[in-house]
């Protein structure tokens, strides 16, 4: 489909009789390419649609054409054509938007409702109360608006030969096991702490148990269980506990932080995606639950590609707090959170945090159950959702 395109595979929106699924025959009849119609695979599923809607209801129909809209989006088809209210899957229409262009295909409105009042779709009867709540919707989604006015194929594949417009202006990065590599810091730090006080067990006991005592401790700082404070006092005691170990807390706490600052490991592909954010002309704006000692200084070594950073410490919440997200949208002259995403590795403190905000959320490393609205499983790929 790049002799359409340019680029990537299409996704056709729009209302009911626009033309989406006379569009995506003419476009297979050219190339020689592949389509899926969302609704004539929900008939091949399902039955007719009509008695589908009278036996079921809307609510039952909506979830297997949901259904269908994902399949269709990571199918192998060059062009999907979906139904009118595909845009009211905030899951299909993200599927869609992660594999492909979506073209939103407009017609004047009597021109729509000419064409739908002569066919037998289950809506029409409310077609002018529908067009009105889902138009908001296409706009939102559509990455090409193109009227289904045109004269010929080569007047529409002219508008997708433009470049896509950003779908973000806005992203707030994670840092840590997103940009900087905690992993390896911690395991460095740790190591290096122990021994300075003299703690015998070996480099992997010793990191796992603190990877352990890592989880505890800021999932109940996340929770709000317990203080940042009250976290510093306590890692460390806990640690020696899991290992059997008697040492001086508070000097091993403080050791920890000094070699832990002195840190610069980067994720692979972390700098290029920065830069190509950046290129695009969005802001990046770094954010990360940590203290100000510690962060301040290992944010140093990805500061000059971002246009900002956030620690929690400093902000006065922690993630997933919505104050956290609030004040530094504040901060950064509130831009639309309709077209800011926030992106990390954190189920729990990023995409909970991101959506209790009401923006866009993608988590970096793909798992089938995430509340995230995209996911991807290297860097580079969130290049092609922004």
């Known amino acids: 489909m790049e002799k359409v395109t340019g680029h ?35 008939t091949r599923r399902y039955g007719d649609i009509n008695a589908f809607f009278a036996a079921h209801g809307e609510a ?18 060059d062009v999907v054509a979906t139904g009118g209210g595909a845009v009211l ?10 594999t492909r262009d979506v073209v939103y295909l407009t017609a004047p409105t009597a021109t729509l409702k000419a064409r739908v009042m002569r066919s037998d779709r289950p809506l029409k009867a409310d077609f002018d109360k529908i067009l009105s709540r889902r138009k908001a919707l296409y706009e939102a989604y559509a990455d090409y608006t193109v009227s289904s006015e045109f004269s010929s194929i080569d007047e529409f594949e002219r508008e997708l030969a433009k470049p896509r417009g950003n779908r973000f202006d806005a992203v707030l990065c994670d840092a840590d096991d997103t940009l900087l590599d905690f992993k390896r810091a911690m395991r460095y730090a740790v190591v290096a ?3 300075a006080l003299g703690i015998t067990k070996s480099d992997d006991e010793i990191v796992s148990r603190y990877a352990e005592v890592t989880r505890i401790i800021w999932s109940k700082l996340e929770r709000g269980e317990i203080t940042r404070a009250e976290l510093n006092h ?21 050791t920890y932080i000094e070699y832990m600052r002195g840190t610069r490991f980067v994720i ?15 802001k990046v ?15 140093k070594a990805i500061a000059d590609y971002a246009d900002g950073a956030f620690i929690s410490e400093e902000v006065g919440y922690d993630k997933p707090r919505a104050e956290f997200f609030e004040r530094v949208l504040e901060s950064v002259g509130s831009p639309d959170k309709s077209r800011t995403l926030v992106f ?17 959320t993608c988590l970096y490393g793909e798992r089938a159950d995430t509340a995230a609205d995209f996911s991807v499983k290297s860097l580079c790929e969130l290049l092609d959702i922004v």
């Open 285 to 299: 704006y770094i954010i990360t639950n940590s203290f100000t000692r510690v962060a301040s200084e290992r944010l």
């Open 234 to 254: 306590i890692r460390f005691r806990l640690l020696g506990e899991m290992l059997g170990e008697a040492f001086d807390y508070e000097r091993m706490n403080d």
């Open 193 to 195: 702490a122990a021994r």
């Open 89 to 98: 899957s905030r899951e299909g229409m993200n599927a869609l938007r992660r």
């Open 60 to 77: 039952e129909f909506r979830k297997r054409e949901r259904d269908i809209i994902i399949d269709a989006a990571y199918s192998d088809a």
């Open 268 to 282: 692979d592909g972390a700098i290029e995606l920065l830069n190509g954010l950046r290129a695009r002309g969005i």
């Open 8 to 42: 990537r595979k299409i996704a056709l929106i729009g209302a009911m009789g626009s033309g989406k699924s006379a569009l995506s025959r003419r476009l297979t009849a050219k190339y020689g390419a592949t389509a899926v119609d969302t609704d004539a695979e929900f």
């Open 344 to 360: 990390g590795d954190s189920e729990t403190s990023d995409v909970a945090g991101g959506r209790n905000s009401g923006l866009w």
